[in-house]
Nanobody, 111 residues
């Protein structure tokens, strides 16, 4: 079990960018790491994932705009979000191994 702490959320205008960080308390090497989001009144959804073999996955709505990456030396996973849209507004959560969750960080895209 690892503890996860997200940071980097905030308020941004449409078309803007944010970079989220997820710092893990232990090694993330060989662990599938994912970013999820939950908008008000909606179910939590998978946004991006790095599998334990290094394969990348993105949900269709963020392809070409979001990039997930990991720095194993720092035990940190990032989500670079560009060309943000109002529909990207949600609480973003980091997940490790399909079982451990962070507390979430709010992303609000609004003019």
């Amino acid at each position: 079990q690892v503890q996860l702490v997200e940071s980097g959320g905030g308020l941004v205008q449409p078309g803007g960018s944010l970079r989220l960080s997820c710092a893990a308390s232990g090694s993330i090497f060989g662990i599938a790491m994912g970013w999820y989001r939950q908008a008000p009144g909606k179910q939590r959804e998978l946004v991006a994932l790095i599998s334990n073999s290094g394969s990348l996955y993105y949900t269709n709505s963020v392809k070409g705009r979001f990039t997930i990456s990991a720095d194993s030396a720092k035990n940190t996973v990032y989500l670079q979000m560009n060309s943000l849209k109002p529909e990207d507004t949600a609480v973003y959560y980091c997940n490790a191994g399909g079982r451990d969750w962070g507390q979430g960080t709010q992303v609000t895209v609004s003019a």
